[in-house]
């Protein structure tokens, strides 16, 4: 086991994370994982003697304490940590409500954060770790009707993990902002993405997406869920991890070109 490193994951009972720690324990690596339901991630990854399950109310700082000190507890170290919970949110500035924007910052932005806090202290005593950070190409480009709030989120997340990899180089921690583009994941099932509770018919360009986001992209998404954490593992094992790692081809059509616009 010594060159298998202990993984943290977060929002891992569907989706990428899912994809991913199945992938790591297949490996051999140690990952501890969380969910807001344990049955859900117990249902869902099964039993692995190399694998710890967690039930985490990420907006909940004790709760996420309790989590990570469990993981140490049981496997001694602690890795890669990999921040993937979050939700996506469709609806105009104007029709989303304070309590609906904020809701999307607690669990994408401050979940994130709250975890960061507490795995530092162990990477800081390790002289070692990496984190990353899951946003969006939508944490890089705007260009998005009716995903303001959800980009807001994202590029919170990518701007504080730019800080992030510069506050803890000297302590050899290495932290990695990852911007996917659309993947073949739940995101956009009724579970993962939130809807206006009082949408405003005049914004035609909104209304549009949101329909289109419902019926006609899902499953048709170009992202490999498999693929792409491939390359989140691969980059994990780097000496030199990229601090934006961008995945799939629509996420560099993005990035070479921000005023590029999805077509489905």
Request: net charge negative; charged share 20%; with cysteine.
């Amino acid at each position: 086991m010594e060159n298998k490193k202990v993984w943290f994951v977060t929002g891992a009972s569907k989706g990428l994370g899912l994809t991913l720690v199945k992938k790591l324990l297949s490996n051999g690596n140690r990952v501890a994982a969380t969910s807001r339901s344990i049955s859900d991630l117990e249902k869902a990854v099964g039993t692995h003697e190399n694998f710890l399950p967690l039930s985490v109310d990420l907006i909940d700082e004790s709760s996420v304490e309790l989590a990570v000190s469990q993981t140490i507890t049981k496997f001694g170290e602690l890795d890669v940590v990999v921040n993937n919970a979050g939700y996506g949110m469709i609806g105009a500035l104007e029709e989303l409500s304070d309590k609906e924007s904020r809701e999307n910052f607690d669990v994408n932005v401050f979940g994130s954060l709250n975890v960061i806090r507490k795995v530092l202290p162990q990477m800081r005593k390790q002289n070692s770790g990496h984190i990353f950070n899951i946003s969006s190409i939508a944490g890089f480009s705007g260009n998005f009707p009716g995903f303001g709030i959800y980009c807001a989120t994202k590029f919170a997340v990518s701007g504080f993990t730019e800080s992030l990899a510069a506050e803890v180089k000297s302590f050899g921690i290495k932290a990695t902002v990852v911007e996917p583009g659309y993947f073949r994941t739940e995101f956009l099932t009724s579970g993962s993405l939130a809807v206006p509770s009082n949408p405003i018919i005049a914004y035609k360009e909104v209304r549009d997406s949101q329909a289109a986001h419902q019926n006609d992209i899902n499953n048709q998404q170009p992202g490999d869920p498999a693929k792409g954490c491939d390359v989140i593992i691969a980059a994990a094992e780097s000496e030199n991890a990229p601090l934006h790692l961008f995945l799939g081809p629509d996420a560099y059509a993005v990035a070479e070109y921000p005023p590029y616009k999805l077509h489905i």
